[in-house]
């Protein structure tokens, strides 16, 4: 079976540097196992844990609906084809100008009249400056254009098979499985903040949000994903010096992997896997 080492289809925030680690972690759990990614997004961390461990049960909350656009992806393709047609003489990479871009809008509105759904995501990553995304014909229409447009199909086969796919807020699916002793939970909630209007939902992730997830870490085998730009995990470490209650430092005995990222010469970044055995 393919191996994917990263979403099949564009998502913004997907763990695939990760993978290596999290393959790493999972070795040191029993092949019966249940594995629930609290915060699906793009799958990959369930498709790597089901290539790891095949016999276990994987159970992706795919809030997004991100199987939708796994599942139209050959219109998603089609549609590509179309484009790549209108845009063969422009220059790689540079401002789609009129009427190309109107011809496009063109053809993307029929597709959306007569089958109903447009994976504008996907179709973004194509079309507009890198890393800006939009979610309806509405907002695709005011952006400007620029030829980024993908010259091969997108390839989804089998990236989810036999994942168990369930949708709905985090916290109920933990309640479902919280007293399971073999349940391993993979959490990777919103950045603190983010705008999460590619992820389908309207709202910011305030403290609060953040700091409710918390709950899913007491007592319970987990792999948590942050960054240090949420500062969570200090936090929590000063709250310990401050109480004697107990469990009030989930981190407490977790172990900690890095990944640096240089935006530029004076910006970077700390994305971070914090994970425990209970
Ligand atoms: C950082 S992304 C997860 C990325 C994923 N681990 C991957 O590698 O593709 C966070 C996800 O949580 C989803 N989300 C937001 N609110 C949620 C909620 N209340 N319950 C479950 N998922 C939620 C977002 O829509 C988004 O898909």
Redesign the pocket.
């Given at each position: 079976m393919k191996n994917y080492t990263q979403?099949p289809l564009p998502?913004q925030?997907?763990?695939r540097k990760f993978l290596s680690h999290v393959k790493s972690v999972l070795a040191n759990y029993p092949e019966d196992s249940i594995f629930i990614d609290?915060?699906?997004?793009?799958?990959?961390?369930s498709h790597t844990v089901k290539q790891l461990k095949p016999t276990a049960k994987v159970i992706y909350?795919d809030?997004?609906n991100f199987s939708k656009r796994l599942a139209s992806v050959s219109q998603t393709n089609e549609l590509l084809r179309k484009i790549r047609i209108i845009t063969k003489d422009l220059k790689k990479d540079k401002l789609i100008p009129e009427p190309y871009k109107s011809e496009i809008l063109k053809i993307i509105k029929q597709e959306e009249n007569i089958i109903g759904y447009v994976d504008y995501i996907t179709l973004s990553s194509s079309l507009l400056f890198s890393a800006k995304y939009v979610v309806n014909f509405a907002e695709l229409e005011k952006q400007t254009f620029y030829n980024n447009v993908r010259q091969s199909n997108y390839v989804t086969d089998n990236y989810l098979k036999d994942v168990e796919i369930v949708c709905s807020?985090?916290r109920k699916i933990f309640d479902q499985y919280k007293s399971i002793s073999n349940a391993v939970f993979l959490v990777?909630?919103?950045y603190l903040s983010t705008d999460?209007s590619t992820?389908?939902?309207d709202k910011y992730w305030k403290l609060k949000d953040y700091l409710n997830v918390l709950d899913v870490l007491i007592n319970t085998n987990y792999l948590y994903f942050t960054s240090n730009k949420s500062q969570i995990v200090e936090l929590c470490e000063w709250m310990e010096t401050r109480t004697d209650k107990e469990n009030i430092n989930p981190f407490k005995d977790s172990t900690t992997v890095c990944i640096n990222t240089q935006l530029n010469h004076s910006a970077k970044y700390t994305d971070m896997m914090l994970y425990k055995f209970k």
């Open positions: 979403s998502f925030g997907q763990k609290l915060f699906g997004g793009s799958g990959i961390l909350n809030y997004d807020d985090y990777d909630p919103p999460c992820y389908g939902s």
